[in-house]
């Protein structure tokens, strides 16, 4: 089972409607059968039912946000009640239900997201019908709960996948004709976030209460897509209006306003940074749509350069979606950076660091490099403090006192003079006990000891016969 987080709960707005059409090649059958997905196109034509639409470009678009529609048949999972007790819901969506979301939400919501972002955003939509019933609800309030994405941890350790999918819907039914456990809102959204902290928007649409679903009802599902959309870009530096998907009256737009149905002006406004907020235009822009989706948007570490280096070392970092990273780890250890690109990142060693993978941390995700970055020591010399004696003959035994001798002699020697000792008694990183060689010049020598980490100062030993 995946673990999921979720934060920011938004609520929808109960008055939700269509806006006008853009041609996109379908398939011939309305339902989809699980598993099926749908990927709009843009082209020129009509739709059963509706009225001729104008072509748009076939270009590809911008952004293709990988959606996963989950609907559930069967809502049996008990609930608190406004007095406080327990009340129990059992219902189930009429296969009737469920085609006219369908229709909407194809011939609407897919159709819409091309028009309204000028071709920058789409949804690939894979739809699949969970087995088993919803049989947990959260609560928001004393009036209200939902299916949050805990509630549902069967069908998305089924079928989500993180870091593919960049969206869950859940179609759902609240109310059993009687008891309507969701009766403020048709939709809620909330932003998740996958272990590996990429983000992924989690939305639950109900079932009107009233028990029809107008053809304009498609637009609650751009409504609360927008939510976590448009905090993704917020995060990564691009500005946004205050309220966003919710902004529309607080900016001056009206309901119905032409040529759009329900607050399509204000959509598609907002998905081409067109909403004016203190004399600024707002929005997500081009550039914005370009950053990529929740997934594609994940920053990716590329390369190491160097792959090892001591403390205070610039390690240049190879990859993309670096722009807006918060944090940069090597090991373990917060390293100081700078963002020189949307595809580069200098960092520097820090001081205590130690051998590990290196991390780069944006408001998207966590990228984690495949190389493991080497932490080297600098080289200390070793020092003499003291001799145990000044002077003595060949094969006289001295201790040599200091520091950064090492733990083990390994290659390590001492000389006095040019002669080479060739008799140790004990090596530690403090003390050397070793003979007097016995082709040690006689007289006034200087006594040194060598490491990996180089050759110490000289201690002044007198050789005598």
């Known amino acids: 089972m995946r673990a999921h ?31 099926s997905s749908w990927a709009g196109s843009c082209g020129s034509g009509s739709l059963p039912g509706s009225s001729v639409m104008p072509s748009l470009s ?122 309507n456990v969701q009766p403020d809102a048709w939709g809620l959204a909330v932003s998740g976030r996958n272990s590996d902290r990429s983000r992924f928007a989690y939305i639950a649409v109900c079932k009107p209460a009233d028990g029809t679903w107008p053809l304009d009802g498609g637009q609650v599902w751009i409504h609360e897509w927008l939510h976590p959309v448009c905090e993704l870009y917020r995060d990564l530096g691009y500005r946004l209006p205050l309220g966003d998907a919710d902004g529309a009256g607080s900016h001056g737009y009206v309901w119905d306003q032409p040529p759009y149905k329900g607050w399509g002006a204000y959509y598609a406004d907002l998905m081409n940074a067109r909403v004016l907020e203190d004399g600024v235009y707002t929005g997500i822009s081009a550039e ?50 700078t963002v020189e690109s949307n595809s580069s990142i200098t960092a520097r060693v820090p001081d205590g660091a130690s051998s590990g993978k290196v991390t780069v941390e944006t408001p998207a995700g966590l990228a984690t490099s495949a190389a493991t970055f080497t932490v080297t020591r600098p080289k200390v010399p070793p020092r003499i403090a003291a001799l145990s004696r000044q002077s ?42 070793c003979r007097v060689p016995a082709k040690a010049a006689l007289g006034r ?8 980490g180089g050759t110490s100062n000289g201690k002044v030993f007198r050789v005598r016969r």
């Not at 200091?402 to 090596?427: E, T």
């Not at 020598?445 to 990996?452: G, L, P, Q, S």
Request: overall charge positive; hydrophobic content about 45%.
């Open 445 to 452: 020598v200087y006594v040194k000891v060598r490491t990996a």
């Open 392 to 433: 003595g003959r060949r094969g006289a035994l001295v201790v040599i006192i200091g520091r950064g001798f090492r733990s083990s002699r390994g290659r390590g020697y001492v000389r006095f003079g040019a002669a080479r000792c060739l008799r140790y008694a004990s090596w530690s990183n403090t003390r050397i006990k």
């Open 58 to 179: 076939a270009a590809p678009p911008v952004t293709t946000w990988r959606v996963l529609l989950l609907i559930f048949r069967e809502t049996d999972a008990d609930y608190r009640a406004q007095d406080g007790t327990t009340g129990h819901l059992s219902a189930t969506l009429p296969q009737s239900d469920i085609d006219e979301m369908l229709s909407t939400f194809r011939d609407r919501a897919m159709l819409d997201v091309v028009e309204w972002s000028s071709n920058q955003a789409a949804w690939d939509v894979e739809v699949q019908y969970p087995a088993q019933p919803i049989r947990r609800l959260s609560s928001l309030d004393a009036r209200n709960s939902w299916p949050d994405s805990s509630c549902i941890d069967e069908a998305l350790a089924r079928y989500f996948i993180p870091g593919y999918h960049d969206a869950v819907l859940v179609y759902w039914r609240a109310d059993d004709g009687v008891v």
């Open 288 to 337: 914005a749509w370009r950053r990529g989706t929740f997934c594609s948007a994940r920053p990716v570490i590329d390369g190491l350069a160097p792959s090892s280096g001591r403390s205070g070392t610039p390690v240049a970092i190879a990859g993309a979606g670096f722009t807006g990273a918060t944090s940069v780890r090597i090991g373990t250890q917060k390293a100081a950076f």
């Open 5 to 35: 987080s979720v934060s920011r709960l938004r609520a929808a707005v109960r008055r939700t409607a269509g806006a006008s059409f853009v041609a996109v090649a379908l398939l011939a059958c309305l339902l989809l059968l699980p598993g």
